[in-house]
């Protein structure tokens, strides 16, 4: 059984940075692409960053495009979320999934997903 768990997040202020984690067991992960997903109250899931199986492709949301730095360590099962600069309005529940090999923009394509680790911006 696959499982994804996420950690990292916490309260910071804005301009600050976090580092994000997850964690993959019960399958292969170097045969899965990863993204990272948020999600706030009354709103759907959004897309935040996403990396193919081998990292060789990543892709990022335009709201976070020179902030965050999505990677994988292939070795330790872990994909990372690196976010700097953060802003009030990046504060949500952060949520990695799991898809084979290519990565995607859309949340429906991704099979498997974590439990989430929550993010507060402010001062």
């Known amino acids: 059984q696959v499982q994804l768990v996420e950690s990292g997040g916490g309260l910071v202020q804005p301009g600050g940075s976090l580092r994000l984690s997850c964690v993959a067991s019960?399958?292969?992960?170097?045969?899965?692409?990863m993204g990272w997903f948020r999600q706030t109250p009354g709103k759907e899931r959004e897309f935040v960053a996403a990396i193919n199986w081998i990292g060789s492709i990543t892709y990022y949301a335009d709201s976070v495009k020179g902030r965050f730095t999505i990677s994988r360590n292939n070795a330790k099962d872990t994909v990372y979320l690196q976010m700097n600069s953060l802003k009030p309005e990046d504060a949500a529940i952060y949520y990695c999934?799991?898809?084979?090999?290519?990565?995607?923009?859309?949340?429906?394509?991704?099979?498997?997903w974590g439990q989430g680790t929550q993010v507060t911006v402010s001062s």
């Open positions: 999934a799991s898809r084979y090999r290519s990565a995607s923009y859309d949340p429906a394509e991704y099979n498997d």
């Open positions: 019960g399958r292969t992960f170097s045969n899965y692409a």
